[in-house]
């Protein structure tokens, strides 16, 4: 029998040297170009208040939120998501001093969440993600900004065939209204028939018209706009607005570099927050979206200063291990041992200089002596060993299993 | 790239062969006797799964459609896209009782069954504060051995409940086959697959417009 203290809970997972470095170098290139576009680190913390979340999230933080009460009975819980932090943030500095918030602000995160998952699925409750959030601006600029970023981010996880798929929440809402007629049930039941994209309901709920557009999709970006066009016109005003901001967004997308849009219209996102512009970006080779996102306009007057805002995540733990992979910065890697204590000095003073270098050193005190050193370094990341004397060094290459730059194991076997 | 399918053993099995055949899927009867859970053919790769296992196989990419039934579904949600009603493997998730106790739903006090999410969410939508005994076969056996004073149990044509002197009380679900997707490729989805689902469409249009056509005849006839 396993202890309780030995084993792990449900739903987590550790990540040994080689996942870690994986998410940690997709991290590094994405930070780096989230800052290139002006995008500034914020740090919401990862414990909120539970209404924080449920305001801004009603159904999705009641299913998912990891949930506990605080020393004085409050309701706490560990961060679902990282948007409605950095919205609460805003919307608290807007209100303490608005004249203080220069918008629009352009801010970056990147953080562990924390989400339930029903009783046997395999899904991690826990994974990191890095996005950002462009608040203070309204309209397809900002939205065609936040879809170009997102797409040169998922082209860095190094994935074959990314696709852009886009929708609009007004398209979503619109149907409800159209399927629930007044009946505020019927319409929370199309709304948990889509969120379980259960495409049979749905299209047993609305007209037939609007049926073979809504579950027809996703539309390639010719067809899109014919269906645009068509919806444009559709007597449900909320279709027919968000089918034209949709149109304009088109209109814009080429020019930020984004790929061909292709139209989803019952694209609908985890989080209850969106209120325009939705999108996620795909690859066949991965069976989990790259990068999603999308406008979330009423986010911020939840927490009582309103402003106009949109953004993006992606999930790095997943992402991250899913291509080829970004390769942390390759460096040379060194294994130093010595021949008996009097040589201790001299490697020391070598290993201190080559990470001065900017080198990777590490040492085998435990070796005894050259078998025992070969030995020790072709089981590690290294790609050479330096042997110390006191007569001097012998350089040997190493041609362990590890290729020299990958993230190897040092000596724990079985974890990646 | 194959189209992979995750096809479920079973009672499932003949009519998804049919109608997969009808559609130009090549699956063979021989399929579900082999052991290998991989078979691929003619630019297909099918999955052999048991029923319950399908929507796993597909939320995770191991394949990219399925079948599974909607009681399935309902009972152990995953993110799948549920795209089309196949019309076959039609079944009620039935609540039944021995024969000859009195109906009040308030008197029962231990339901058996294979389906306890869905028994229990029965259970609190009808205000039942029965218990939910959970087996994993034959569920009928606890009823008329006394284990519990009624069952949730699949329903196709009502033989074995009354073989163990049960009746049917109330219907939890009705249910038939579904075809299944995995979201993001349902969302990729090839030329070859639209294709494919279009001709799957059709034909189970067109099965469920004779059968349609079938039982006016019989009413006319019978009237």
Redesign the interface.
Known sequence: MVKCGQRLPQGFEDLGPDRRERVEALGTELATLFASWGYRRVEPPAIENYETFAAGSPSFSADRAYRFLDRDGRLLALRPDITTGVGRMIAQALREDSRAVSLPLRLRYEGIVFRREPQGSARSHAFEQAGVELIGVAGPDADAEVIGLASAAAHLAGLPEVRLLIGHSGLVKGAMQAAGRGSPDVEEQFRAALARRDLVAVSAMIGSDLASVLTGGPFDPVAGREALNRLAGAAEAQIASGARELLALYDLLDEYATPEPWLEPVLLRDLDYYSGVVFELLSPAFPEPLAGGGRYDGLLGKFGAGAPATGFAVNLTATSQAGPGQVLRPRQRVALAWADAAARGQALRIAHRLREQGSVAETLPEAANLTEALAAAASRPVDRLLFVSESGYREIRVCGDQPAGQAGLAGVAGIH | ?PISLAVPRGRLFEPVLELFAATGVPLVPEDQERRELVIERDGWRFLMARPRDVS?FVE??LADFGVAGKEALLE??????????LGIGRCRLALARPDGEPTELRRIRRIATKYPRLTEEYAARTGLTAQVLVMHGSVESAATLGLADAIVDLVETGSTLRANGLVVVDILVESSA?LIA????Y??RSREVREWTERLRQQVDQTRAAVELAQERQAVDGG
């Open positions: 790239m796993l995770h990419g152990t949600p995953r993110d799948v896209v549920e795209s089309l009603d579904r995995n979201p993001v490729a969302r990729l």
